[in-house]
């Protein structure tokens, strides 16, 4: 019975790290390229590759339920400070458990975890074919607090999105 068990884990842990894999394999090249751009502008603080990688309507909101415009996130989209003891503000955060779905060929619904500062995150985006380039439409964190850590509502931004 628990050599059962034993094998279930293991096929369960193998169709999980293949399963983000299959799905970026399944998903658009030109969508899979303006993500990692969008990602590389986030991360350099690109505000043009930002721009124009996002939706006039976007809005993204936060761990703490704070609702941003397109205007108002792209004001943070600034270029990186040095870090002062190593610290990248969680936005290089290894994900977890990634699904990525297409729909009519001109939506895709991505969904995430990252650890970061001692709890996970969860993130949704939602992108859409508009004008022949792929854009982010809204961005969704949340955030669950570690066990014991009481409410769960002091986590603050994350840096993504």
Same mark, same amino acid.
């Given at each position: 019975?628990?050599?059962?068990?034993?094998?279930?884990?293991?096929?369960?842990?193998?169709?999980?790290?293949?399963?983000?894999?299959?799905?970026?394999?399944?998903?658009?090249?030109?969508?899979? /390229?303006?993500?990692?751009?969008?990602?590389?502008?986030? =991360? /350099?603080?690109?505000?043009?590759?930002?721009?124009?990688?996002?939706?006039?309507?976007?809005?993204?909101?936060?761990?703490?339920?704070?609702?941003?415009?397109?205007?108002?996130?792209?004001?943070?989209?600034?270029?990186?400070?040095?870090? =002062?003891?190593?610290?990248?503000?969680?936005?290089?955060? =290894?994900?977890?458990?990634?699904?990525?779905?297409?729909?009519?060929?001109?939506?895709?619904?991505?969904?995430?975890?990252?650890?970061?500062?001692? =709890?996970?995150?969860?993130?949704?985006?939602?992108?859409? /074919?508009?004008?022949?380039?792929? /854009?982010?439409?809204?961005?969704?964190?949340?955030?669950?607090?570690?066990?014991?850590?009481?409410?769960?509502?002091?986590?603050?931004?994350?840096?993504?999105?």
């Amino acid at each position: 019975m628990q050599r059962r068990h034993v094998a279930a884990t293991v096929v369960a842990l193998v169709l999980g790290f293949t399963s983000a894999s299959f799905a970026q394999q399944n998903m658009p090249a030109d969508f899979l /390229k303006a993500r990692q751009e969008r990602i590389d502008a986030l =991360a /350099k603080g690109d505000r043009a590759a930002f721009d124009r990688l996002t939706t006039a309507n976007f809005i993204v909101t936060d761990p703490t339920g704070r609702v941003e415009n397109k205007a108002e996130r792209g004001a943070r989209v600034v270029p990186p400070q040095a870090p =002062a003891g190593g610290g990248g503000g969680g936005l290089g955060a =290894a994900r977890e458990n990634e699904t990525m779905s297409l729909y009519n060929n001109d939506t895709i619904v991505l969904r995430w975890s990252a650890s970061q500062g001692g =709890a996970t995150n969860h993130f949704t985006e939602t992108w859409v /074919k508009e004008g022949g380039q792929w /854009k982010c439409a809204t961005a969704m964190i949340s955030r669950i607090a570690p066990a014991g850590a009481g409410g769960g509502r002091e986590g603050g931004r994350g840096r993504g999105n």
